[in-house]
């Protein structure tokens, strides 16, 4: 890249010392992000729901084990880039046909329930059934079918919406990945005038912004969700609860942050080490949880082992506030997500 090319040159030439120890790393450090972190990460969960949509179409019955797992495991994959809610994933709003959840109203079941009492024939064409409500696509809309009783049922409707839900899954997949790989990750490596991104420390903003909104997203919703108030905790709230896989979400976004901040950490030390120090805790309070859907949270000592761990994760949020973000010379901004 010319950029590149121009700064190695005048490294090269001995060029005078620039102003700050971390002038000339935001490219390089927005580099490994996107060469470590971002590209493996969608090439991975496109790959898993390519996996997803083969297993779909060798058994749809609900309670295969293949389809089940492929499901996990394409879900997963989703959870480690889920955080990434900026171009390629925010285009026709792909990030909610994949991932409709916070659901207040109910609206999954019912649009669900909608098309399986119309046997309506969207289901047949890949192009129609992108049109379907996001309420009734993607990761959360095939738990549906796949763990709960009241749609979980093996009918020759039933296997066809699964077909599709997969199918669907794997185009959206298969067009992040792309458009990462076409252009985006050189729109984000080449800032400038007519570019989303003015300079590199615009694209460093935007990836802070991703890593306090995965982290965001742990604390208020899928923590803060279950554990409601002390009056009133909300249990059903709990993300993923049919799987059986609530804490497991937690854990496996952890994992996505961690590989994130470490790469954004790794020209201040102090930064990294401190970091490291906020992880390993919140990974060892929930590795001691024993609460993977988190019924616990309707008894006292219950609860209070959730708030531990919620409590864990924003410290990591807020020493990335106090350390990593000075260091790059960024703060988080607006995501997607803000005024939810």
């Known amino acids: 890249m ?11 030439l001995g060029a005078a010392p620039l102003a700050s120890p971390l002038a000339a790393a935001p490219a390089d ?3 490994a992000v996107i060469d470590r972190h971002v590209l493996p990460g969608f090439a ?5 729901t390519a996996r997803l949509q083969a297993a779909a179409e060798a058994d749809c019955d609900p309670g295969s ?4 797992a492929a499901w996990n495991e394409a879900f997963d994959a989703w959870l480690e880039v889920s955080h990434l809610r900026l171009g390629p994933t925010e285009t026709d709003n792909r990030a909610f046909a994949l991932a409709f959840w916070p659901d207040s109203r109910g609206m999954t079941p019912r649009t669900l329930s909608g098309l399986i009492a119309d046997a309506d024939p969207v289901v047949e064409s890949e192009a129609d059934f992108a049109t379907v409500s996001v309420a009734a696509r993607g990761f959360y809309a095939l738990e549906y079918l796949l763990y709960d009783p009241d749609f979980a ?7 066809a919406l699964i077909r599709a839900e997969a199918r ?13 790989q076409d252009g985006y990750a050189d729109l984000m490596r080449n800032p400038g005038p007519g570019t989303p991104y003015k300079t590199d420390k615009e694209v460093l903003k935007a990836f802070f912004t991703a890593l306090h909104e995965g982290l965001q997203v742990d604390v208020d919703l899928r923590l803060g969700r279950p554990l409601g108030t002390f009056e009133r905790p909300r249990p059903s709230r709990a993300e993923s609860r049919r799987s059986g896989r609530s804490l497991h979400n937690v854990t496996v976004t952890l994992a996505a942050m961690r590989e994130l901040a470490m790469l954004m950490a790794s020209e201040d030390p102090a930064s990294a080490a401190a970091l490291t120090a906020d992880f390993d805790r919140a990974d060892r309070v929930a590795a001691d949880l024993d609460d993977p859907v988190f019924a616990g949270v309707t008894t006292p000592q219950g609860r209070l082992r959730v708030e531990i761990l919620q409590q864990a994760i924003h410290e990591i949020a807020e020493e990335s506030r ?4 000075p260091a790059l010379g960024v703060a988080a901004g607006f995501n997607s997500r803000d005024g939810d």
């Open 2 to 12: 010319i950029r590149r090319t121009v700064l190695a040159f005048a490294l090269a």
């Open 29 to 31: 450090i927005a580099d």
């Open 44 to 48: 991975r969960f496109e790959a898993a």
């Open 65 to 68: 084990e293949p389809l089940r």
């Open 153 to 159: 049922e093996a009918s020759p409707y039933g296997c």
């Open 168 to 180: 669907d899954i794997h185009a959206l997949a298969s067009a992040i990945l792309a458009d990462w």
């Open 322 to 325: 106090a350390s990593l973000g």
